[in-house]
């Protein structure tokens, strides 16, 4: 509702139109099951259902829970600018994620944060959680607080104006974001052309190019977006038109953390998907396709994946 909030505002904003926020709520809202458990499109097959049935007029989805094959009669009308797509922790005592004792429980929702935090060898004990912001944080501060602290997205902390809450933003090298973590993409019916032309103006090319380049190598690897697979991608500007570079980093890590692939490739905001598909593909020479079938079970500390809060 935030993120949306604020789309509506741009929207208002550039084009002069009234917007009026309609709130739908999907499957993967009403669920309580870990969420790589849930299966792909959870949080989006209500929205675009309400789109193709005439109900909205557009929806706004978290870039990184959208399936990467486009939907029948649907298209990404804009992609505005990025959130900061970096992980962020929140520990109860203000422990930086290193300074956090052998044995200290970490709850996070992601089984890419979850492979990652086991192989940095830190032995900690993870918990999958699920719940929006304010629920997660109470599990950490709080009468009832239950957890030494929680990994979940900047973006999601800053909407919300709760960026002092975070303990620690953490380093990419340490942790790689999910493919379109931070950005939102704003869907409209394919066949509604004044609406496309009014949303192509919140469109930000960087964030695209960043965000196509990320999905183009976690579609290659025909991964889902619950999958341990990590893709960042910058654009750089260059000093004359033209110029620009993108730089992919992609990671593939077991559950249990035990294999961990990276690469990184570049080339031009042009050729994103090209850039993307190859990375993954490289990963896929490497073995990726293995560390993906792997069961999310076999991870330590990762027991109450059958319950939830």
């Known amino acids: ?27 993967g809202d009403r669920s309580t099951a870990p969420v790589h458990r849930l299966g792909v499109g959870v949080f989006v097959s209500a929205l675009r259902d309400a ?19 486009g939907h029948p009669g649907l298209t990404i009308a804009a992609v505005p600018p990025r959130e900061d797509p970096r992980d962020a922790l929140v520990s109860r005592d203000g422990r930086g994620l290193a300074e956090l004792a052998p044995g200290a429980t970490v709850g996070t929702g992601a089984l890419r944060r979850i492979a990652q935090l086991h192989a940095l060898g830190l032995q900690l004990s993870v918990t999958p959680i699920r719940g929006n912001v304010d629920t997660r944080l109470r599990r950490v501060r709080g009468p009832e607080a239950d957890l030494d602290a929680v990994v979940l997205a900047r973006a999601g902390l800053s909407r919300l104006g709760r960026l002092d809450e975070i303990t620690e933003t953490i380093d990419p090298m340490l942790m790689l974001p999910a493919p379109a973590q931070g950005a939102l993409a704003v869907e409209c019916r394919i066949d509604d052309a004044d609406l496309i032309e009014l949303l192509g103006r919140l469109d930000h090319a960087p964030t695209r190019a960043a965000v196509t380049a990320e999905r183009a190598l976690l579609a290659t690897l025909e991964a889902g977006c619950s999958a341990p697979v990590a893709a960042y991608a910058v654009v750089a500007e260059g000093e004359t038109p033209g110029d620009d570079e993108i730089y992919l980093r992609g990671a593939v890590i077991s559950p249990d953390g035990s294999r961990d692939l990276r690469l990184s490739r570049t080339g031009t905001p042009a050729d994103a998907a090209e850039i993307g598909k190859a990375l993954a593909a490289e990963l896929l020479d490497l073995g990726a396709d293995s560390i993906l079938g792997m069961d999310a079970s076999s991870a330590p500390g990762t027991q109450q994946f059958g319950s939830t809060e």
């Open 1 to 27: 509702m935030a993120q949306s909030g604020q789309l509506a505002d741009a929207l208002r904003q550039h084009t002069g139109r009234e917007v009026e926020l309609v709130e739908v709520v999907t499957a």
């Open 51 to 69: 789109l193709t049935a005439g109900e909205i007029d557009l929806a706004v989805h978290s870039y990184k829970d959208l399936p990467t094959a």
